[in-house]
């Protein structure tokens, strides 16, 4: 009778002894982008297993959340729990998270499956597999939540046609797919790193509590249920910067470098969370600026403080971020505000209340900027003479923001504007972060794929933005768009409550 394997003999089989010596293939034809950033590995076993489980008890342990998860996902449908959320008004957020983020779950899941067998070392292949198969079942997980939202509210079909093709998503989509077409190398640490372990609490932690806090348990259960996962992808980020960073001194400069790259780009992709959490949760748990202070601040330069002794040193703007943690919220909700027709969700004008609020959060910057812009809007709302913008906004060439962001050193109420040219063209970026991304590798971001730019060329249907809008981004114009009050999600929602 064989003997039972202990967890020490079953780890190193089922991790480590995974791997095979090449016989009769020459390594580097086997892994052939393990070397073309110029990264030097010369012990692919001084690798940590980050994860320290076995495939089996990985089984084991995820099949276990699927059934507590799912079970509240059926009495969350069972009892007709969307009417327990706190205003209609917070679905929108969700309609964002469906079409923004959910794909980049997905982009997570195949870039991670592809990376993982670009690596010469088993450890960092085993890691990379678990981690794909983490990230598709967020996919499925928050699909499975948010559809339940789509028996009783507009916006929410098509979330993966829309992220391919509607313009303010090609932010979260860009940022992916620019981590896609990058090494292996570059792909961890933009995504593993600087996502997943410097960035992600900020998504999914003050935002799902902000679910919590407006009724929404199958959005804020899946939220939690993929943050233990979180858990251990945040201790492959870290693995892979100390593990790159011990290899070889020559690796120091080349982790900085795209560690300010993809801060960068990074906290330009959360303008978006900042404005989810400042605007759209009616019920509000803390403001954008007190989780960048919590979960960025103190954790972040606590971390920085730590890798400074192989070199390296916190993210190259990170002094230009903290000025905008009092702004970047204001400025993409006032975007979006004036784009509202061009949106796959609701906008609205914050309440009394609400002003408030912003007004205590933000007591150095929002009276004297943005409260002004706001009472405005509610007067000319009140007169009939809401304004919606005709144009189209410039999109800023590396992070496809709308140039809607200002200056932080001097004057927070002019536009950031730069600009590069590259081989007679002129190319626009909006911040120094951007600039500097783009020149380094202008052979990629002349290649971009702006959706103002597309429609500007006729490539994304006809002329009639309406008929853009419903044929080419496939959005119910009148429903999906517009603003909140008279829309059909109010109108239905009054009409539930007995409020109609």
Known sequence: MAAKLNLKDKYRLLTRDLDWEFSYQNRQDAFPYEEFEGIKITDWSKWEDPFRLTMDAYWKYQAEKEKKLYAIFDAFAQNNAQMNVSDPRYLNAIKIFLTGVTPLEYQAYQGFAHVGRQFGGIGARIACQMQSIDELRHVQTQIHAMSHYNKFFDGFQDWSHMHDRVWY??????????????????????????????????????????????????????????????????????????????????????????????FWRGTRLLAIVAMMMDYMLPNKVMSWQEAWEVYFEEAGGALFKDLARYGIRAPKYAEVIEKEKEHISHQAWWIFYNFGHAAGFHTWIPTDEELDWLSEKYPDTFDKYYRPRWELAKQMAAEGKRFYSSGLPQLCQVCQVPMGFTEMADDPGQISYRSAEYQGERYHMCSDGCRDIFLDEPEKFVQAWLPVHQILQGNCGGSDLEEMLRDYYRMNVGADNMDMVGSPDETRWQKWKGAA
């Open 169 to 262: 998503l090609s932010v979260p989509k860009s940022f992916f797919e620019d981590a896609r077409s990058a090494g292996p190398f570059e792909f961890l640490v933009a995504i593993s790193f600087s996502f997943e372990y410097v960035l992600t609490n900020l998504l999914f932690v003050p935002f799902m509590s902000g679910a919590a806090y407006n009724g929404d348990m199958a959005t804020v259960t899946f939220g939690f249920s993929a943050q233990s996962d979180e858990a251990r992808h945040m201790t492959l980020g870290l693995e892979i910067i100390k593990f790159l960073l011990e290899q070889h001194e020559d690796n120091v400069p080349i982790v900085q470098k795209w560690i300010d790259k993809w």
